[in-house]
């Protein structure tokens, strides 16, 4: 096999990597792996982007083909392209290089596992039935839960291009002692890693955040983990540099972000996939939907309608532009409100887990003093595997079957 993996940011890499590391140890493919490891999104034929992005790969037959959208010569004529994003630029551009020039089979990595649905999810899926996002081929998803909500959004057909491998993220970081010291980790102290959310719910998360920072600025350290384009959104940069929360420290590089989430003793989120770091550490986890109800909050219309404007996307102008609407009620028409009635159904079901699983965010901190809980039943819903760390062997295997 001849393939190409693309990563633009260190999330992405995060991605990607295991499946490169596979595919050098444990096959003979040719493969390239042109990637960042920069927090802020790259763009790889942009010229001041192009000294930033690196590669790996292994070569065995040579026969180099010139890629316009990567702006680099490739050893190989590709046969496979691996990506971790695919409704935006540059990624975009990629794609269809990729498919009209090569007709290369295109896989996306899903990057998080999607576990109950809104109507940003829903207007976000619909993105994949456009062009060039509707030439990728497969997506590698984490769990059948997480399959089952993205058809949700879409339909019967997606599924079929919906392939459930596991979670490809090596979550285990190999040295702390420079983070340790960068973060100024004191022995004295416990620590608590707050994760934090850019939807309709940020200014709840906030405040808990705040509250939290108050109650406990004699014995433990916060650090808040913002999202890689937080600081720089016109919305939220006033908030950054310095913080908005006294006593919290901004988590700004995603390179940290590993090595942190074993540092610390606690971890604070909304029910996403950010609790797989939690997991992977065997970490006290504390839910924040119990005081910021996510999924209630954006599921409900008139957010979106009265231009709520509290996150990144609740707004119904900001879609019907993305969209080309030219009324609310085609708006909604678009949305298909009845979906909101299946949404619900499943998202009590994984809520109830959630429920059962986790400690309670609320506003005198008691879950400080809870132990923390047993929520392996919660990793059916995150990955199907049980994160047997094989999800990028998988991909091989059935990329192999498809190029035969």
């Known amino acids: 096999m001849n393939i190409v993996l693309y ?30 490891k920069s927090t802020q999104l790259l763009y790889p034929a942009h010229h001041p982007h192009i000294g930033q992005f690196e590669y790996d790969g292994q070569i065995n037959d040579e026969d180099p083909v010139n890629s316009f959208s990567l702006g680099i010569q490739i050893p190989f004529k590709p046969e496979v392209l691996i990506i971790a994003r695919e409704r935006w630029q540059p990624e975009q551009s990629i794609i269809q290089e990729f498919k009209e020039k090569w007709d290369c089979i295109i896989c996306c990595v899903e990057v998080s596992s999607h576990l109950s649905n809104n109507i940003e999810n829903r207007l976000e899926m619909l993105s994949r039935n456009n062009p060039p996002q509707n030439q990728v081929d497969y997506f590698f998803e984490h769990s059948e839960w997480a399959r089952s909500r993205r058809i949700d959004c879409l339909d019967e057909n997606f599924g079929k291009k919906s392939i459930v491998v596991g979670n490809t993220r090596n979550f285990y970081p190999q040295n702390l002692d420079l983070t340790y010291k960068k973060y100024k980790i004191s022995p004295s102290k416990q620590q608590i890693l707050f994760w934090g959310v850019i939807n309709t719910t940020r200014n709840t998360a ?199």
């Open 206 to 404: 906030l405040k808990a955040l705040k509250t939290l920072a108050e109650k406990t600025k004699d014995t433990h350290q916060i650090f808040y983990k913002c999202y890689p384009g937080e600081p720089y959104n016109e919305k939220f940069k006033n908030q950054f540099n310095p913080f908005c929360v006294d006593g919290v420290t901004v988590i700004y590089d995603e390179n940290d972000i590993y090595p942190m989430a074993k540092i610390c003793d606690t971890h604070i989120a909304a029910a996403s996939s950010v609790f797989n770091f939690a997991f992977a550490h065997n970490k006290k986890l504390v839910n924040l939907d119990s005081v910021c109800n996510a999924n209630t909050e954006m599921n409900n219309i008139d957010n979106y309608i009265n231009e709520s404007n509290r996150g990144v996307e609740d707004s119904a102008k900001f879609w019907m532009r993305v969209w080309g609407l030219k009324t609310i009620e085609e708006f909604k028409d678009f949305i298909d409100l009845d979906r909101l009635k299946i949404f619900d159904s499943t998202n009590k079901k994984y809520e109830r887990q959630i429920k059962q699983n986790t400690i309670p965010f609320d506003w005198e901190c008691h879950f400080l003093k809870i132990f923390k809980k047993n929520n392996k039943n919660l990793h059916k819903f995150f990955d199907s595997y049980g994160f047997d760390n094989q999800a990028p062997q998988r991909i091989i295997n059935f990329l192999k079957t498809k190029i035969k």
């Open 7 to 36: 990563a633009g940011d260190k999330k992405y890499h995060s991605v990607l990597e295991p499946i490169a590391k596979e595919l050098k140890e444990n096959t003979s493919s040719n493969f390239l792996f042109y990637y960042t």
